[in-house]
């Protein structure tokens, strides 16, 4: 259970470093992708735990990297400045 634990944080963790290196102009300050990839991995591994048992090492991680990239992908930032139209044009 704890390397299991551990093991999803470190999942986190790299997916979070990944998401900064590929979009870091559309993300929002470091400490706080990289603390939401880690606590999103282990809320995922915690949900998948409870619901698969104690034999399911992978499916927990997989869990872990489902809710991490959910939880990452709320953090983004559209990549250009949205264009507001008045109705009358």
């Not at 990452?72 to 008045?86: G, V």
Request: no cysteine.
């Amino acid at each position: 259970m704890i390397l299991e634990a551990l093991g999803s944080a470190v999942l986190g963790l790299v997916l979070a470093w990944a998401a900064l290196h590929r979009l870091s102009h559309r993300l929002p300050a470091r400490p706080l992708v990289l603390m939401t990839g880690v606590a999103g991995a282990l809320l995922g591994d915690f949900v998948t735990h409870s619901a698969l048992g104690t034999g399911s090492a992978i499916g927990s991680l997989l869990g872990a990297l489902i809710v991490s990239t959910a939880s990452l992908s709320l953090l983004l930032r559209p990549a250009t400045r949205l264009r507001r139209r008045s109705a009358t044009a």
